[in-house]
């Protein structure tokens, strides 16, 4: 007596379909490469930036000190010379020297002049000219159109969600860094982080390709699940937000540096004197101004991270494998990380942990993500082992 199989029919690949999305997917990755390099040669060229923007602030601080000047001139003219024609002997006092409408605001006659200032603390627009990056964002945004119509095409070619494997979880989370920085820079002035941004993208792809090619099929019964568009789909939006945390967090340990430096007349050392001379820190926000920014992202994406891995991923895991927790590899580091992220809010809120030691924490946060996705998916065995890579 034979007793019947219950199979599933899976839906076919479209082979077409998915060629369109690694041809899409290898056209966006240029695209990035030639942002980065544009941001590149911008972020090379900011001294001469730097040097047009101080002649543009110049000349507009003369001609407004020179309008200010006509204008009190002129309504002052009649009671100078009244005052001249009463009390003759006091006409000369005041004279020979230049007065105090005559000096920029805020200085005085033996101090030097302070730097204009370049860059709002607010990371607002301050109207700087930067034409290689701004042709940068251009192919940035081009680049990030092709990239989404190729992440669409593979799960449609799939038929599922295309966040199955290593491959398809680092090109998805390459986009949604892209197009959160797109977003941010509808309302900020983040063309400071084009190079770091851009450079982390253009690794996550070529490591997609190059370390985790996999080629679009049917993924294992336990991914074939809804929970996987909630779950996976956060915690690509929170390493997102954490990505370019780590990034500002890098530049502010910088120009931390470089303020003191600056400071002690150009540093001590050899390396402090180098970078008192980076002009291209200019064009960045204050440390205080980026530890800030960074400090409020890293809140908005631990709620995703608390939200997606740990609450949704037991959720899952115990539809799954009947149990919320098992001390799996992936989840002891996904529990790692949320705790390193949670000990930096409570210093950074409670504690008063400001400044580098808060931006090292937030950089020990974003190394364990590394070790997590890069180390403990492929030599950690166990029930996440979702790579993709061949046994």
Same mark, same amino acid.
């Given at each position: 007596?034979?007793?019947?199989?219950?199979?599933?029919?899976?839906?076919?690949?479209?082979?077409?379909?998915?060629?369109?999305?690694?041809?899409?997917?290898?056209?966006?990755?240029?695209?990035?490469?030639?942002?980065?390099?544009?941001?590149?040669?911008?972020?090379?060229?900011?001294?001469?930036?730097?040097?047009?923007?101080?002649?543009?602030?110049?000349?507009?601080?003369?001609?407004?000190?020179?309008?200010?000047?006509?204008?009190?001139?002129?309504?002052?003219?009649?009671?100078?010379?009244?005052?001249?024609?009463?009390?003759?002997?006091?006409?000369?006092?005041?004279?020979?020297?230049?007065?105090?409408?005559?000096?920029?605001?805020?200085?005085?006659?033996?101090?030097?002049?302070?730097?204009?200032?370049?860059?709002?603390?607010?990371?607002?627009?301050?109207?700087?000219?930067?034409?290689?990056?701004?042709?940068?964002? /251009? &192919?940035?945004?081009? @680049?990030?159109? %092709?990239?989404?119509?190729?992440? $669409? #095409? *593979?799960?449609?070619?799939?038929?599922?969600?295309?966040?199955?494997?290593?491959?398809?979880?680092?090109?998805?989370?390459?986009?949604?860094?892209?197009?959160?920085?797109?977003?941010?820079?509808?309302?900020?002035?983040?063309?400071?982080?084009?190079?770091f941004v851009l450079g982390l993208v253009v690794?996550?792809?070529?490591?997609?390709?190059?370390?985790?090619?996999?080629?679009?099929?049917?993924?294992?019964?336990?991914?074939?699940?809804?929970?996987?568009?909630?779950?996976?789909?956060?915690?690509?939006?929170?390493?997102?937000?954490?990505?370019?945390?780590?990034?500002?967090?890098?530049?502010?340990?910088?120009?931390?540096?470089?303020?003191? /430096? &600056?400071?002690?007349? @150009?540093?001590? %050392?050899?390396?402090?004197?180098? $970078? #008192? *001379?980076?002009?291209?820190?200019r064009l960045v926000p204050q440390a205080f101004s980026l530890?800030?920014?960074?400090?409020?992202?890293?809140?908005?994406?631990?709620?995703?991270?608390?939200?997606?891995?740990?609450?949704?991923?037991?959720?899952?895991?115990?539809?799954?494998?009947?149990?919320?927790?098992?001390?799996?590899?992936?989840?002891?580091?996904?529990?790692?990380?949320?705790?390193?992220?949670?000990?930096?809010?409570?210093?950074?809120?409670?504690?008063?942990?400001?400044?580098?030691?808060?931006?090292?924490?937030?950089?020990?946060?974003?190394?364990?993500?590394?070790?997590?996705?890069?180390?403990?998916?492929?030599?950690?065995?166990?029930?996440?082992?979702?790579?993709?890579?061949?046994?």
């Amino acid at each position: 007596m034979t007793i019947p199989v219950l199979t599933v029919q899976l839906p076919s690949i479209n082979v077409q379909l998915a060629e369109y999305s690694e041809l899409f997917t290898l056209i966006s990755a240029c695209l990035y490469t030639l942002a980065f390099i544009l941001f590149t040669v911008d972020t090379a060229r900011s001294s001469a930036t730097i040097r047009r923007v101080e002649a543009e602030l110049a000349a507009e601080q003369s001609s407004s000190r020179e309008r200010v000047g006509a204008a009190a001139g002129t309504a002052s003219s009649g009671a100078a010379a009244s005052e001249a024609s009463a009390s003759p002997a006091t006409s000369g006092s005041g004279t020979g020297a230049p007065g105090a409408a005559d000096r920029p605001e805020g200085t005085s006659a033996g101090s030097a002049a302070a730097e204009p200032e370049l860059v709002d603390a607010d990371m607002a627009y301050l109207g700087t000219r930067r034409p290689f990056a701004n042709v940068a964002i /251009a &192919l940035t945004a081009v @680049g990030a159109a %092709g990239h989404a119509f190729a992440v $669409v #095409a *593979r799960g449609l070619a799939a038929s599922r969600w295309p966040l199955g494997n290593m491959y398809e979880f680092l090109v998805g989370a390459a986009l949604v860094v892209t197009v959160v920085y797109l977003a941010a820079l509808l309302r900020r002035d983040l063309r400071f982080l084009g190079i770091f941004v851009l450079g982390l993208v253009v690794t996550m792809m070529v490591a997609a390709t190059i370390g985790f090619p996999t080629p679009v099929g049917h993924v294992q019964p336990a991914l074939q699940s809804p929970w996987i568009a909630i779950h996976v789909s956060l915690a690509v939006l929170a390493i997102s937000l954490f990505t370019l945390t780590f990034a500002m967090n890098v530049l502010q340990l910088v120009q931390s540096r470089r303020e003191k /430096a &600056l400071e002690s007349a @150009g540093g001590e %050392g050899r390396f402090e004197r180098t $970078v #008192a *001379r980076w002009q291209f820190m200019r064009l960045v926000p204050q440390a205080f101004s980026l530890e800030s920014w960074a400090y409020r992202l890293n809140a908005v994406a631990f709620v995703f991270w608390t939200v997606g891995p740990l609450i949704t991923g037991a959720i899952w895991a115990q539809q799954s494998w009947g149990r919320y927790w098992g001390w799996d590899p992936k989840e002891v580091w996904t529990f790692v990380i949320w705790v390193v992220y949670a000990g930096y809010l409570h210093a950074r809120a409670t504690r008063g942990w400001t400044g580098n030691r808060a931006a090292w924490l937030s950089i020990i946060g974003f190394g364990c993500i590394i070790i997590n996705y890069a180390v403990v998916n492929v030599f950690f065995p166990g029930l996440h082992s979702y790579a993709g890579l061949p046994e």
